[in-house]
C-alpha cells in the first residue's frame, strides 16, 4: 500500500500522465517560479549601466598589458597540442610494432 492513493480521475490522469512526467511538469514550474523570484530581487538599473561608458584615463597599475599574455597562452596551448600528438605517434610505431611482430607470428605458427 502505498501512501498516496489515488482514486476515480486522479488515478486516470497519474497513468495517462506518467510520473516521470509530474515530476519534470513540476520541476519546470518550480525553476520558472525560483526565475520569477531572482528576477524581482534584483536591483534597478541606473542609466550608467544601460549602455557602454568609456573611461577616461587608466591609472598604470590598473592597465595590463594583453598582448604578451594572449601570446603566452597561445605558446602554452601549441606546446600542449603538440606534445600529445607526439605521445599519440609514438604510442601508434608501438602498437605498428606490436602488430607487425603479431602478424610475423602467426604467419610462423601457419608455415609450420
Not at 39 to 47: G, I, N, R
Not at 66 to 74: D, G, K, N, R, T
Request: avoid cysteine; glycine fraction near 8%.
Amino acid at each position: 500500500m502505498g501512501i498516496l492513493r489515488l482514486r476515480g480521475a486522479s488515478r486516470r490522469a497519474a497513468s495517462r500522465w506518467g510520473v516521470p512526467r509530474v515530476v519534470a511538469l513540476g520541476l519546470v514550474v518550480g525553476v520558472a517560479a525560483g526565475v520569477t523570484v531572482l528576477e524581482a530581487a534584483q536591483p534597478p538599473t541606473t542609466a550608467a549601466q544601460d549602455g557602454f561608458v568609456p573611461m577616461g584615463d587608466v591609472p598604470p597599475e590598473e592597465q595590463m598589458p594583453a598582448a604578451p599574455l594572449v601570446a603566452a597562452a597561445y605558446a602554452v596551448v601549441w606546446a600542449i597540442a603538440v606534445g600529445y600528438l607526439w605521445t599519440i605517434w609514438q604510442r601508434m610505431g608501438t602498437v605498428e610494432a606490436d602488430l607487425a611482430d603479431v602478424t610475423r607470428r602467426i604467419e610462423d605458427r601457419d608455415e609450420a
